[in-house]
């Protein structure tokens, strides 16, 4: 039971340059998360999904996008990369209810220069 | 809205002394709070949570965390810490009834034990 992975561990890109983050989680959970970890600002929510072929913005979407096509896999794009995307991410899941602890993965960490 | 406010960014401590890791937070409703940390270059893992029931919660490795109603507030505590809690703690809420699970963290302390 490997629980969340996520790939890349690490990258560099250069301004404009698009990637995707890959996350996947084994625990058959159907809510997912993607998360930004800045310096001193704690975790923002970027987007969430709630089920396969259901997603939605959380508190800082703009720059991003996400797509849900199974349970295990949830991506997030970035089209135009800008240094303010410089930051750790990281993906979750968890089970539905809001008591239902989180399960992180190792996070990736993009520097865009 | 909910917000989570984690006064100390860092808190240094020298093993075995006692340590106090501070979380308050705003909400107009009943909330689920949680406490995470993150060991340097991992991701986050839960440490306790309180849903309801008895205000204190203990966790598997000694930390302990405090819900007080009316000061709105749920610190953690240890005793007497290791060199390897040397982490950083999330606190966070949630909201009952809520359909997305989101939770709101706070902007984290850096736990630094010292020899």
């Known amino acids: 039971n490997a629980g969340v992975t996520q790939t890349p561990k690490f990258r560099i890109l250069k301004i404009g340059q698009s990637m995707t983050l890959q996350c996947t989680q084994d625990?058959?959970?159907?809510?997912m998360y993607w998360y930004r970890q800045d310096p001193g600002m704690g975790l923002k929510l970027i987007y969430y999904?709630?089920?396969?072929?259901?997603?939605d913005k959380g508190e800082v979407p703009n720059g991003y996008n996400v797509s849900r096509s199974t349970t295990e896999d949830f991506p997030l794009r970035l089209e135009l990369a800008a240094p303010s995307q410089t930051s750790v991410y990281f993906c979750?899941?968890?089970?539905?209810?809001?008591?239902?602890?989180?399960?992180f993965g190792p996070g990736t960490r993009l520097l865009v220069l | 809205a909910q917000s989570v406010t984690q006064l100390d960014s860092q808190v240094p401590v020298f093993e075995e002394a006692p340590v106090e890791l501070r979380c308050n937070y705003s909400?107009?409703?009943?909330?689920?709070l949680f406490w995470y940390v993150q060991y340097p270059n991992q991701g986050l893992q839960l440490l306790l949570k309180?849903?309801?029931?008895?205000?204190l919660v203990e966790s598997i490795n000694g930390f302990e965390a405090e819900f007080n109603k009316s000061q709105t507030s749920f610190h953690l505590r240890k005793p007497s810490v290791h060199i390897s809690d040397t982490a950083e703690y999330f606190c966070?809420?949630?909201?009952?009834?809520?359909?997305?699970?989101?939770?709101?963290f706070g902007t984290g302390t850096l736990l630094a034990v010292q020899p």
């Open positions: 979750a899941s968890s089970s539905r209810g809001p008591q239902e602890t989180q399960y």
């Open positions: 309180y849903l309801s029931g008895s205000t």
């Open positions: 966070a809420v949630s909201v009952p009834g809520g359909a997305t699970n989101k939770l709101i």
């Open positions: 625990m058959n959970h159907n809510y």
């Open positions: 909400s107009s409703v009943s909330v689920y």
């Open positions: 999904s709630v089920g396969a072929g259901i997603t």
